[in-house]
């Protein structure tokens, strides 16, 4: 079973970097597609990045491009997101999920973390 547990999530000021880690306890979501998901304290929930299980497709939201990178390490069972140049708009609780299929879809995320909380200051 899918068991996702987020991590690296903190308190950063505008410009700095944070890498957000997803590992898989259940060792089961090597052949799962892997998303992150955040919601900005009072809005609805947006898809930011995704990668397919082998890492050749990748998603990112546009408000993220050329600043966050998606990556996975199927021998660790590990997610990672790497942010760069934060901004105060990306605060907010960031969850890991999976799902089972391409292209990634917040609604077919099968699988969800608890979050970890990103705050940016401006």
């Known amino acids: 079973q899918v068991q996702l547990v987020e991590s690296g999530g903190g308190l950063v000021q505008a410009g700095g970097t944070l890498r957000l880690s997803c590992g898989d306890s259940?060792?089961?979501?090597?052949?799962?597609?892997m998303g992150w998901v955040r919601r900005p304290l009072g809005k609805e929930r947006e898809f930011v990045a995704a990668i397919s299980w082998n890492g050749g497709s990748r998603y990112y939201t546009d408000s993220v491009k050329g600043r966050f990178t998606i990556s996975r390490d199927n021998a660790k069972s590990t997610v990672y997101l790497q942010m760069n140049n934060l901004k105060p708009e990306d605060s907010g609780v960031y969850y890991c999920a999976a799902q089972d299929r391409w292209p990634p879809s917040v609604h077919d995320m099968g699988y969800w973390g608890k979050g970890t909380l990103v705050t940016v200051s401006s």
């Open positions: 259940g060792r089961t979501s090597n052949n799962y597609t």
